[in-house]
């Protein structure tokens, strides 16, 4: 069974949208995956961004959020990982504080109100008098916190997002969920794709590799999840 993504519908749209159209302007992809692979991952990427749209009682995701949103909606992500791995360098050991004041660790709960208020509990930690020297002294600054909380204020209150039931409406949480899954594998296995073809360990491919986002999604919070499972394609993949 697919794994489902740890974060925001929203920004595996977004992030992966950016993957696939990478993918499809870059030929090379093309002796990996067979073109109807990258068709469907496409098609099911467009899908699932109307899944959110229309979900009359989706979680915390309730609209569209604008472009500017999405892009802090990105930094958030980037800014939590940041914010994570220096607490985790910081207070080595401390279980206790790295989950309560870092949020550090598994989760249950991924709609965007829940992970607004995880960040706003982040940002609590980071300014905190009591964190702010030990996370200096490993190598955090100002300018982390001001695009963290300029990132943060680009979105109102968390509850703001919280479901809000509506007579009539349908819920399609259950469906989303699973549409949501199949595209995040069918976007890991793109970016497999072109870490296989652009490997890291030659500088040059260091522009490509941006464009797959690969280092950057998916989001990684410091948290413990599981590994994706071996993607089931609806195309089977080209041989060389």
């Known amino acids: 069974?697919?794994?489902?993504?740890?974060?925001?519908?929203?920004?595996?749209?977004?992030?992966?949208?950016?993957?696939?159209?990478?993918a499809k302007n870059h030929t090379e992809i093309g002796t990996r995956l067979n073109p109807?692979?990258?068709?469907?991952?496409?098609?099911?990427?467009?899908?699932?961004?109307?899944e959110v749209t229309g979900q009359k009682t989706a979680k915390g995701e309730l609209g569209n959020l604008t472009t500017a949103q999405q892009q802090n909606l990105t930094t958030l992500h980037q800014c939590m990982t940041q914010a994570a791995k220096t607490a985790k360098l910081a207070f080595p050991g401390q279980t206790v504080k790295l989950h309560q004041e870092f949020q550090i660790g598994a989760h249950d709960k991924n709609d965007l109100a829940t992970f607004l208020s995880r960040c706003d509990t982040v940002l609590g930690a980071v300014t905190n008098t009591a964190n702010l020297p030990t996370l200096k002294q490993k190598g955090w600054?100002?300018?982390?916190?001001?695009?963290?909380?300029?990132?943060?204020?680009?979105?109102?209150?968390a509850e703001t997002y919280r479901v809000q039931q509506i007579s009539g409406a349908k819920d399609t949480t259950t469906q989303k969920n699973a549409d949501a899954a199949k595209l995040y594998e069918f976007i890991l296995t793109i970016q497999n794709a072109a870490d296989l073809e652009w490997p890291a360990s030659d500088p040059a491919n260091a522009g490509v590799r941006g464009e797959f986002?690969?280092?950057?999604?998916?989001?990684?919070?410091?948290?413990?999840?599981?590994?994706?499972?071996?993607?089931?394609?609806?195309?089977?993949?080209?041989?060389?």
Do not use: W
């Open 213 to 240: 986002l690969l280092g950057i999604f998916p989001p990684d919070h410091g948290g413990n999840h599981a590994p994706a499972s071996t993607p089931t394609p609806s195309a089977t993949p080209a041989t060389k």
């Open 141 to 157: 600054t100002d300018a982390e916190t001001t695009a963290f909380q300029t990132a943060r204020n680009g979105f109102g209150p």
């Open 36 to 50: 109807t692979y990258l068709t469907a991952a496409d098609a099911l990427c467009t899908q699932v961004a109307g």
């Open 1 to 22: 069974m697919p794994h489902r993504p740890h974060f925001p519908t929203a920004i595996l749209t977004h992030q992966g949208g950016l993957i696939i159209a990478a």
